[in-house]
Nanobody, 122 residues
Framework: QVQLAESGGGLVQARGSLRLSCTAP????????LAWFRQAPGKERELVAW???????TYADSVKGRFAISRDNAKNTVYLQMKSVKLGDTAVYYC????????????????WGQGTQVTVSS
């Protein structure tokens, strides 16, 4: 059962930009930390970025300086702005509504979407 809905994926050229969105019909995001994960073919799902209730983002080293996560609680939406994309960013991107755990880490939950495909071409 789909609980979250991602959108905005597609085909983008290397060094281009793309913005992903995630919303949750019938749910409230404001009491969750929110995250974007991605999974490339043959690889495990990895955490890309997460944002706490206060809007502070944390990023994987591989995307730091290129991606920006943000949230709009009034619209119940979380975004991932992707810039200077690389071939290695090709993956299915998923959002998750979880929690900020101890020591400032992210704890994922069972609230996932079906994902949106991002394909970077050379």
């Amino acid at each position: 059962q789909v609980q979250l809905a991602e959108s905005g994926g597609g085909l983008v050229q290397a060094r281009g930009s793309l913005r992903l969105s995630c919303t949750a019909p019938g749910r409230t995001f404001s009491n969750h930390a929110l995250a974007w994960f991605r999974q490339a073919p043959g690889k495990e799902r990895e955490l890309v970025a997460w944002v706490n209730w206060n809007g502070e983002g944390t990023y994987a080293d591989s995307v730091k300086g290129r991606f920006a996560i943000s949230r709009d609680n009034a619209k119940n939406t979380v975004y991932l702005q992707m810039k200077s994309v690389k071939l290695g960013d090709t993956a299915v991107y998923y959002c998750n509504a979880g929690a900020e755990a101890t020591y400032g880490t992210y704890a994922s939950s069972a609230l996932w979407g079906q994902g949106t495909q991002v394909t970077v071409s050379s």
